[in-house]
């Protein structure tokens, strides 16, 4: 093997390596395919590598980095032409050796082996890649992590594993916090709680949020079904009427558009006009399904979020709020209507209330909602559960296609 080194980059020649082969063969899930090459993290540092034929290019590393770095994690010192004389002798292990021949064992950072080992229970390649880049990207919310992969994605639930997702998640957790100093995504840590004697306007709104779960759930499957029925638009162009829509929606409300953090934080900190709050709510509900059935980029867990955060609004700005004028209820904040409302919504459509009570907790950092929290997510969940609608991700499962 020859190493270059060049403004560019450092340039290998003849390493034996295969860059999609190693990346895409199950051993790592942070590095994904990007303009002819592959885009990743290791070690927190970013690497664009790409490939052309038998030269690979390390593109922006210099020596320094390569050899402090980069060499030792693609095992480069190794000569695996040498070990396979040792066990090709056998025809299954030559035939095996041909197949996966470029593939290098990389030295990975131990606690993202674990957590990617972790994951890895009951899932496949694509679906790791997106459940690790978004709890080490997303949401900061390793409690609410632990708990969705019991509850949700249903892995078994053994002493040896809950000990080590526990582990993970807590290494995760020191890690985003400590090492990459990312904080809170939502700044509600301040919110107050409700008085004890308007809990009955908790469960209440548990109530609503568990029908209003089923009808999103139900909406988006029929959504989902009458556009696979559809003829006018051909398949390979399916993506483009929600992309045009986005569009137009960005240029008048920007807000609607992704996931919707920064639309949960104005509606969590600031009184919305009624008109506003109605536009808001129809448009970031009806862009969240046809996104969603599209099969467009848009996210799902995040956009129902933000609808119980919107609904959660709509419920502090009129029946508490009416309730109040009248004498029925003490005066409460909105805000915390708000979390009870993104708890709710989330344990009715996705079913996994445990899980989305700890994500609002974590994202806002809003303990003192705890018991309201937990009030409204059960409620909406077994309410959801006696009008015997599925829940969204096992509905969606045998639909969307991949």
Request: with cysteine.
């Amino acid at each position: 093997m020859v190493v270059s080194f060049t403004p560019a980059g450092t340039v290998l020649t003849g390493a034996a390596l295969d860059i999609r082969k190693t990346f895409d063969c199950g051993q790592c899930f942070r590095f994904a395919p990007d303009g002819g090459g592959y885009t990743g993290v290791a070690f927190g540092r970013v690497l664009h590598v790409t490939q052309d034929g038998g030269s690979i290019m390390l593109h922006g590393v210099d020596r320094a980095a390569y050899e402090a770095v980069w060499a030792d994690y693609f095992d480069l010192a190794r000569d695996y032409e040498a070990l396979s004389d040792a066990f090709c002798g056998d025809e299954a292990l030559r035939t095996a050796y041909a197949f996966s021949r470029g593939i290098r064992i990389l030295a990975q950072d131990p606690w993202e082996t674990l957590c990617s080992f972790i994951l890895s229970q009951n899932n496949n390649i694509p679906r790791i890649r997106k459940i690790i880049a978004s709890l080490c990207e997303r949401f900061g919310a390793p409690i609410a992590g632990v708990l969705f992969a019991f509850e949700e994605m249903k892995c078994r639930r053994t002493p040896p594993l809950i000990a080590a997702s526990c582990a993970a998640a807590l290494g995760a957790h020191v890690m985003v916090r400590a090492v990459f100093g990312m904080g809170r995504i939502l700044p509600f840590a301040d919110f107050p709680a409700p008085a004890l004697s308007s809990y009955w306007i908790v469960a209440l709104e548990g109530v609503v949020f568990g029908f209003l779960g089923v009808g999103y759930n139900r909406t988006l499957l029929w959504l989902h079904d009458t556009e696979a029925r559809q003829t006018l638009v051909p398949d390979r162009w399916r993506a483009l009427p929600p992309l045009v829509c986005a569009g137009i929606i960005a240029l008048f409300v920007p807000q609607v558009i992704g996931g919707g953090e920064s639309l949960i934080i104005s509606v969590g900190e600031h009184g919305v006009a009624l008109g506003t709050l109605a536009v808001l709510l129809v448009l970031k509900y009806l862009f969240a399904q046809y996104s969603t059935v599209a099969a467009i980029p848009g996210g799902l867990l995040m956009p129902i979020l933000c609808l119980g955060a919107l609904w959660g609004r709509a419920w502090a700005e009129l029946p508490v709020a009416a309730l109040a004028a009248h004498g029925l209820s003490a005066p409460d904040a909105a805000q915390s209507y708000v979390l009870f409302g993104m708890a709710g919504y989330f344990a009715a459509t996705v079913r996994a209330p445990l899980t989305g009570i700890m994500l609002v907790m974590e994202m806002s950092g809003a303990y003192a909602c705890l018991p309201g929290s937990l009030l409204a997510g059960l409620v909406a969940c077994r309410v959801a559960n006696a009008l015997r609608c599925p829940p969204v991700y096992d509905s969606l499962k045998a639909r969307i296609r991949f």
